[in-house]
């Protein structure tokens, strides 16, 4: 079993800054991807950023240059540097976890999620 912690969301204003942080525990062989998705109200849900296990990254066009994903490996954590934050970027920000473990397959993981609010 895998349990996803996430914390650090919150109120900023524009042009404010947040860092969510995303703790992974439980039955983790393997990490082969952790990343963050987000879903605003009337929205589908999409993928903000994602670091695979080479150190690579992906980000969405609309939070490129805002925002920087970042890893540490020692405690299964991801993080979301997000900077220069606009009233578009509110929403749920939801912890993505791609991992295996001892005896069970890949699979992909979703925590609940953490608000992000920016507004004036």
């Known amino acids: 079993q895998v349990q996803l912690v996430e914390s650090g969301g919150g109120l900023v204003q524009p042009g404010g800054s947040l860092r969510p942080s995303c703790a992974a525990s439980?039955?983790?062989?393997?990490?082969?991807?952790m990343g963050w998705y987000r879903q605003a109200p009337g929205k589908q849900r999409e993928l903000v950023a994602v670091?695979?296990?080479?150190?690579?990254?992906n980000y969405a066009d609309s939070v490129k240059g805002r925002f920087t994903i970042s890893r540490d490996n020692a405690k299964n954590t991801v993080y979301l540097q997000m900077n220069s934050l606009k009233p578009e970027d509110t929403a749920v920000y939801s912890c993505?976890?791609?991992?295996?473990?001892?005896?069970?397959?890949?699979?992909?993981?979703w925590g609940q999620g953490t608000q992000v609010t920016v507004s004036s």
């Open positions: 993505y976890l791609q991992s295996r473990g001892l005896t069970t397959g890949w699979g992909n993981s």
């Open positions: 439980g039955s983790i062989f393997s990490i082969n991807a």
């Open positions: 670091i695979i296990n080479s150190g690579s990254t």
